[in-house]
């Protein structure tokens, strides 16, 4: 059977998360998991693996959700060729977008993704 998979990345996932990369990384994951899960960094940590893992566009009869949350985000997070620089500038951007979409302005699209940007 499949093992738990959710909509959305769950906060729930982001402990195994935190021996894949460096040290800078790890302390990042350890201070998230400190604070709430709805704190703005905590959101935008979750905003930041939802367009990572691709979340929005898996379907529950697929590979990648037979897998399972846990194995998908520490595939994404262990391919990301930039290591834990390139996370924490991921994050900086997702804490933007979070904040413009707030703000009412929406959120501008991820290059990268093709994605169309979220409106308020």
């Known amino acids: 059977m499949y093992p738990r998979s959710e909509i959305l990345f769950p906060y729930t996932c982001i402990a195994g998360l935190r021996d894949l990369l460096d040290a800078p990384w790890a302390r990042l994951v350890d201070r998230i998991l400190e604070q709430e899960e709805s704190s703005d960094e905590g959101l935008a940590f ?35 060729k930039g290591g834990s620089a390139d996370m ?33």
């Open 46 to 80: 979750s905003f930041m693996m939802i367009k990572l893992c691709g979340c929005l566009s898996c379907d529950m009869g697929s590979y990648k959700a037979s897998l399972g949350c846990d194995v998908c985000s520490q595939r994404a997070v262990a391919g990301v």
């Open 88 to 120: 924490l500038k991921r994050l900086e951007k997702a804490a933007a977008d979070l904040e413009r979409y707030r703000a009412g302005a929406g959120c501008e699209p991820d290059d990268e993704a093709g994605e169309e940007p979220l409106v308020a």
